[in-house]
C-alpha cells in the first residue's frame, strides 16, 4: 500500500467532479478541542450500506508555510504518512467516526492524548506518528489551520468527495504558526476577521448539507456549511457535546429512517467487561441485528436476532483488550449505537 501512494505520479487525481446528492459520505462532524481532542464523524446520506475498505481514506493538507501563498495549484496526492484509510461498512444514514489514536502522555507529543471519553466514541483510531509538531502525520493529528479531505480511490482514479477547508490559505498566525479559520472575510483568522472557529470547536453540518464539497472553493467560510455547538463552559458541557457524535440529522430523503436509538435506552454490563457481555436492550422495538466492531472497524461477531429478546450475550474472552462498538439494528429502521471496554 505504501508502495502504492509513493507512485502516486500514475494516478489520475480528479477535482470537482459531477457528484449526485444523498449518494456518497462526506463530513458532518469536525472536533478540535484541545489537546488531541480530535475527530471526524463521517455520514452516509444514501439509502444503501458503503463498505469503505480498500477505496476510502482521509487526508490532511498541511497550511502553507509562505504568507501569502493563496492562488498556488492544488496540493498533490499525500503520502502515505499523511492519510488513514478507512476500514468498515458505514450503514444507509448511519455515520463513521475517526478519532485521533493517543492514549499515553509523552513529551515527545507534547503531552497532548485523545481524552478516553471523546475516543470512546470512535469506530476507528489514526496512526500513531512521531514528534509532536513534526513534519508528516496522520489526518487526526490536523491543526486548525489544516486542510482535511475525504477522498476515494477506484482504479486508478482518486477523487475528492468532500473537503473541510481550503487548499493554499494562509492563515494569521499564534505564537508564530498558523492557526484556524476565522466567521469574518477572508476567514484566514487576521484582525478584524471574527473568531478562529476550526480550532477549539466541535462543528456539525447543516441539515441543508446534501454532498460533499469537491472542488477547492475560492474561501472557505466555516459556518456556510458548519453549525457550531456552542464552547463549552465546563467540562460536562464538553462531554455533552461528544455525546453528539454518532447521530447526525440529514434532509436527504429516507434519512429519518435510521435514527439512532438514544444510548440510554441500551444497557451493557459488567463495563469494563472480562469474559462476558450482556447487552440489555431496554426498548419497545423488535430486534433484527446485533455486531461487534474492534475501534479498527473489523467485524468482531454478530447475532440475528429471530425473535422479540430484549437480551442478549456475547463471548468476549478471547478478545485483546481495547473500545469496542456495538451497532443494534431495530425491525424499524432505527440503529442504536453504543460503546464497551474489555479489560
Request: glycine letters at 8%.
Amino acid at each position: 500500500m505504501k508502495k502504492l501512494l509513493l507512485n502516486s505520479a500514475f494516478l489520475f487525481f480528479t477535482f470537482g467532479v459531477k457528484a449526485q446528492t444523498c449518494s456518497d459520505l462526506f463530513i458532518s462532524k469536525y472536533v478540535s478541542m484541545g489537546a488531541n481532542n480530535k475527530c471526524l464523524e463521517l455520514y452516509n446520506p444514501s439509502p444503501n450500506p458503503i463498505v469503505m475498505n480498500g477505496k476510502y481514506y482521509l487526508a490532511r493538507y498541511k497550511t502553507p508555510t509562505v504568507s501569502g501563498n493563496t492562488s498556488g495549484p492544488v496540493p498533490s496526492f499525500p503520502s502515505f504518512s499523511d492519510t488513514v484509510w478507512l476500514k468498515g461498512r458505514v450503514p444507509a444514514f448511519g455515520t463513521w467516526v475517526v478519532c485521533n489514536p493517543e492514549t499515553v502522555p509523552s513529551p515527545s507529543n507534547n503531552n497532548a492524548i485523545c481524552d478516553p471519553l471523546l475516543r470512546a466514541h470512535a469506530d476507528q483510531v489514526g496512526n500513531i506518528y512521531g514528534t509532536y509538531g513534526s513534519g508528516v502525520g496522520d489526518p487526526t493529528y490536523f491543526k486548525g489551520s489544516d486542510a482535511i479531505t475525504l477522498e476515494k480511490k477506484v482504479g486508478s482514479t482518486v477523487t475528492i468527495v468532500d473537503l473541510f477547508g481550503r487548499f493554499t490559505d494562509y492563515m494569521a498566525s499564534s505564537t508564530g504558526t498558523p492557526s484556524a479559520w476565522s466567521t469574518v472575510a477572508p476567514y484566514t483568522g487576521g484582525t478584524g476577521m471574527g473568531v478562529w472557529i476550526t480550532k477549539g470547536y466541535m462543528m456539525e453540518r447543516k441539515p441543508t448539507v446534501l454532498m460533499g464539497v469537491t472542488a477547492n472553493p475560492s474561501a472557505f467560510n466555516p459556518l456556510a456549511e458548519y453549525d457550531t455547538i456552542t464552547k463549552p463552559q465546563v467540562y460536562q458541557d464538553t462531554i455533552d457535546a461528544w455525546n453528539k457524535l454518532g447521530n447526525h440529522i440529514c434532509n436527504c430523503p429516507g434519512a429519518g429512517v435510521n435514527e439512532i436509538e438514544n444510548p440510554s435506552n441500551i444497557s451493557i454490563y459488567p463495563n469494563p467487561v472480562a469474559e462476558f457481555l450482556n447487552i440489555m436492550i431496554i426498548s419497545n422495538d423488535i430486534i433484527t441485528h446485533v455486531a461487534v466492531y474492534d475501534i479498527e472497524g473489523k467485524l468482531i461477531a454478530e447475532k440475528n436476532v429471530l425473535s422479540n429478546i430484549k437480551k442478549t450475550e456475547i463471548t468476549t474472552g478471547i478478545l485483546p483488550a481495547g473500545i469496542y462498538v456495538v451497532k443494534i439494528n431495530y425491525r424499524n429502521g432505527k440503529l442504536g449505537v453504543t460503546r464497551f471496554i474489555k479489560n
